[in-house]
């Protein structure tokens, strides 16, 4: 069992910057690949990024490459995603999930664990 807990959202203009973190508990932390997923009111829950068990591979969604970056920290339990150059369109709430398929993932449904999800917005 993991337990996901995000934090760091909150409401910045556009062009301004957020650090999303993702604290889990347990200690088998670094057996799971991590991912951001994002959903906006009326839309469906979208894949942001993704990070390997040991960091060395990541994946994102063409809409945040080169502003986004997910990182992690397998020694705090803890999973980054430092978004930069935000844009209106990047509101919603933000959720970080695991896998323990262990793969960079971009569907839903290989997660395991998700947290409760941090709101992000945007102001034009």
């Known amino acids: 069992q993991v337990h996901l807990v995000e934090s760091g959202g909150g409401l910045v203009q556009a062009g301004g910057s957020l650090r999303l973190s993702c604290a889990a508990s347990g200690r088998t932390f670094s057996t799971y690949a991590m991912g951001w997923f994002r959903q906006a009111p009326g839309k469906d829950r979208e894949f942001v990024a993704a990070i390997s068990r040991r960091g060395v591979m990541t994946n994102y969604a063409d809409s945040v490459k080169g502003r986004f970056t997910i990182s992690r920290d397998n020694a705090k339990n803890t999973v980054y995603l430092q978004m930069n150059s935000l844009k209106p369109e990047d509101t919603a709430v933000y959720y970080c999930?695991?896998?323990?398929?262990?793969?960079?993932?971009?569907?839903?449904?290989?997660?395991?664990?998700w947290g409760q999800g941090t709101q992000v917005t945007v102001s034009s």
């Open positions: 999930a695991a896998t323990s398929g262990g793969s960079t993932t971009t569907a839903p449904g290989r997660y395991d664990y």
